[in-house]
């Protein structure tokens, strides 16, 4: 607790006087919470008090919370200045000196407490334009403050003062009289007071002054035929630098004297260089779905769109309206549709805008994928232990951005019961599920225990996480762990057939205390989930190697620290493994070109049509290019058509195109190309080439009779390809050496000028503006016709049809007759071949192989008793008939069609010289008396060994042939039914192993059936003849 001590001073010699104040208080001014003084001194006083305005001031000896202190020499301080609207310093002071003989009063103080508000209450505008001789005011109304704040203007950072024609009002306003084009700067507004100061922004004061010309056009005497130049320069402030399309007009100059006037008009057209007010964008989309890139192009005047295709020909190159294989485009050629779009669609699309006045273009990139991947989940549950009572958070954050995904949960007991889907509206109040995917369980009891699995499902795939939620007692709640924050974007730097290199950035947001190492997965077509390409990277790269060549693949990054993994990044840019389109440069060089290459470089300066058919173009570069552009490709179309193209290398400037179509326009234009990479084109040039005369004569001339003494002259047109432009037709009449020539525009002619009695010769040609083409084959026409009476319509002459076919059908007709009778005779008086004296190697052989696989010929049943052998069969000096049967020498076969042969020799050598009268060569003989019939019963079923199928087995007979196996070791069964008839249906076709040609495999290609026919082989010197029955499906083969 303080104590004061009150002094009472005594006067020396005026005892008993009231005090006397020796110092006063002054006008103070201070900053809020700034310390303050009042003085005030007196003599003789015992006591001094302080009042404002009437009241008196409480100080800290009266109330230690104050801010008030009344010092020893009577003077008030304040330790911080305050006002607010429950207290404030500012007002009137006074003292008052006091001691047992009176008081007195001291003069009053007044205590100000200084304010200055941020705002303005008016100030100039950020730019101001005024012309030059005008009065501009730049107001300026301070901010409000206490004292009221000083204005002072600054000029580009330097105090105003005040001058003839600049000068600041009372009210703070900038006045500038009569305005001169020095005056143009930035002008500033300041204000301030003993609080501090405020700044306005700044305001940029332009004047102008009208533009002038420096130089004007003025007439100008020359001689005829010189040339003459009008110069016309302008200045101003701003400077006329260019006109505006707005300029553009028809301008007329009129040239008047004695005589009269005369008027020539000229056309200005300004020209805008396209611009693309929409780009191309990247594209990822499904083999099999519609894909659009749309890019609109804007200019003076309207740009031609044109779509250059992914393929290597440089001549893919759509105009509007035209489609080539599945890629179309609009009428208007803002839209490039892809139908059905294949893999090998996948590559860069331009869209190119030119006219008169440059060339721009957009790129984008396709990728045809034939799946897009799945989703990923960024932030999946973790097992959490929980107590009863407590709370339990499963997350479950999902990146999808292929297609929308959706998110259920599902809850399995640890008794392994069946799982069960938890919903929103679950009879659990106690399980919510937010929209993030997390899953929220309230008031956890014992039975809440279990597997909860997450399910993300979308069109492109589905995945699953799955969390154990165990509750115990007394268990410690987890903290949530601070997981590192996701990357960004991953970005393909470069790639080849297997390998990738990637990078990204780390997150801006991310610890940089926390050590933290980065995880890249990837996916590619026909995966079912994402895989783990890199586990462990310690920078923002890495290379991915060891990928397939030909996929599709999709990259993404997570952060992982020691908590655990970050979010994953977006995913980049889908990448097909395949050979760089740029394997002789660099990453760095490619973006380094494409950068170059993006701007215009050269312009197409003149296109001088040297022929009918030949066009000379060019051109100039706008900067130096020798270090990366190669050359340069020419385009040009035709009206309607599509794009030609050439490739001119170097520093070459001109290129003349032939092999253009006359009277036809023509649009061309340049690109320019390093390596494989092609630039932005040129400005397009239009020229129309030169009529040239028609190739062709019209033809098919006709004359028809139509009145008395009217005769109609027709033809046929020329062809489109021909025509060059034809306008009309030049028809000739020719009568003893006078000749009468007519013009018309229709391919007929009606005339009156042909004269009864008199022949005439009519010619027609097509006319063009270069003349007239090749006349027609000169036309005949005997004028006795015209004199009689006739019917209207009467064909007086008409081209005689041709006779060229006819001329050819005869002699071909002829000779077709002649070759079939000589052929017919020779076959029929063909003697037959003499038989060899020794046998081929054929018949030396025991088990003829006709087959060309592991089967052989077998003699039949029916010889079983005889001495014959097999070697026997098919011999030319035997005579016996033998029944032959194919025999599998391969596992798990089954019999095939068998077949009967009969065997007769030919007739001996001597046997036709020494009977001349013998004519068996000629003539028919009737086989089928001589022939064994048909076997009644089909080959036998071999026993391979194969096992038996189940079920009850087919009957078998008993008998078995000397023949089997060509020695007796092995035995076959033949199957037969109840009543030993023999049935087919046990012969089931089998492919042969070796997949060469069978007769099975012939029949596979029927109903496996033989056709009913007869099929002739010649062998060696026997003739066979294989008879086939439709009726039974077995097959006779007879050697003759």
Known sequence: MRHFLALEVLSGPGRGAPPVIKEHPGNVVARRNDPATLNCAGSGSS??????????????SEDQRSHRVLLPSGSLFFLRVTSTRRDSDAGTYWCVASNSYGTTRSKNATLIVATLAYDFQQQADSSIKVLVGESITLPCRPAKGTPPPEVTWLRDGHQVTNSSHINVSQDGDLIITRAIQQDSAQYICRVHNFAGARQAPPSHLTVMTPPWFEEQPSNTSVASGASVELGCRARGSPSPTRVTVADSGVYVCEAESEAGVATARATLILLGVPVLTQRPQHLQVIHGNEAQLRCHVEGQPQPLVLWCLSILDKTAVLPP???????????????????QPAPQDTGIYYCWGINSGGGVRGRAEVVVVTALPPPVVGVGPKDLPVAPGGMARFSCEVVSEAAAANVTWWYRPPAHLPSSQLSQHSHQPRTSLPKNGALIIKDVRLDDAGIYSCHVTATTGSIQQEAVLNVVEDTT????????????????????????????????????????????????????????????????????????????????VHAVNSQGASFSSPWSDSVTTKANPYPTLTADQVRQVQRRLSRSLVTLTKATATATDSVMLSWSFLESVEDWVEGVLVYWMAEGGGAEVASVLGSSSTYQVHNLHPNTPYTSFIVPFWHNIEGTPSNSYHLTMPEDVPLTAPGKVRVMRQEEGSVLIAWSGVSTEEAQGVIGYMVTLSNNGSQVTETVDTPYLETRNLLPGHIYTVRVAALTGAGAGPFSTPVVVEGQGLGRAV?????????????????????????LVLGAVWYLWRVRHKAPPASPPHAPQLYQDPSINMYGGHKVWRPSDSDKDSSLSSSRLLKPDQLVSEYAEPRLLLPNHTAEPFATTALLAPSPPHTSCCHPSDQSAGVQVNWAAILPPLPSSPPPVLGLGEPEQQGTPPATCSRASQYDNMGGVEHYRRPCDASSEHTYEPYAQVVPSDRFLTFRSLQRCGDNKVPVGAISVTLANHHVTTHTSSTSDKTTTHLL
């Open 47 to 60: 006591r001094i008090r302080w009042f404002r305005d009437g009241e008196e001031v409480t100080t800290s």
């Open 321 to 339: 309206g035209h489609s080539r294989s599945r890629a179309s485009v609009s009428d208007d050629g803002s839209t490039l549709l892809l139908h």
């Open 477 to 556: 709640p987890m903290e949530s762990p601070v997981l590192p924050p996701p990357p960004s974007k991953p970005h393909v730097q470069g790639w080849n057939q297997t390998t990738v290199q990637l990078s990204w950035l780390p997150n801006s947001q991310g610890s940089k205390v926390d050590h933290q190492w980065y995880v890249v997965e990837n996916w590619r077509q026909g995966w079912t989930e994402w895989r783990v390409a890199d586990a462990v990277i310690t920078q923002e790269s890495c290379v991915v190697s060891h990928l397939s060549p030909g996929h599709t693949y999709t990259f993404l």
């Open 791 to 815: 019917a209207a319509g009467e064909v007086l002459y008409a081209p005689q049809q041709s006779a060229w076919l006819a001329y050819l059908l005869i002699p071909l007709v002829l000779l």
